[in-house]
């Protein structure tokens, strides 16, 4: 099981943010705890989720829960990060457009594997 540390929201009930280190929790270090990081994820999935209304939040597609994606508005790799404020929910139309410049590069393994 896998641990992160979290911002929790103000009755600090909920995480809205995950951190990438302890260093980094530190910014808010009176409403910070240690979660497991699937449960994190699906706590603020869910939040992301009744924040659209049932609503891609970019075309405005109705989407359920299970059929809307979460999307990063700044992708991790680039600065950003699993959070209420960086994350909209959006329809798998809407997912596939915003990584459409993504440049995926296949490793020897990946290919042999099938994946």
Known sequence: MKMVWVELDQEQRFPV???????????????????????????IRTAVFVRSHGHC?????????QSGHMHEQVHRGKGGEVSLA??????????????????????????????
Do not use: Q, Y
């Not at 939040?57 to 829960?65: F, L, M």
């Open 57 to 65: 939040e970019v075309c405005g597609t109705p989407v359920t829960s």
């Open 17 to 43: 943010r995950i951190f990438r280190n302890r260093k980094a929790a530190m910014v808010c270090p009176n409403r910070i705890a240690s979660w497991e990081h699937a449960l994190a994820v699906k706590m």
């Open 86 to 115: 960086n994350s909209v929910f959006i329809c798998p139309t809407c997912h596939r457009s915003a990584h459409a410049d993504r440049n995926p590069h296949w490793t020897k393994k990946t290919l042999d594997s099938g994946e």
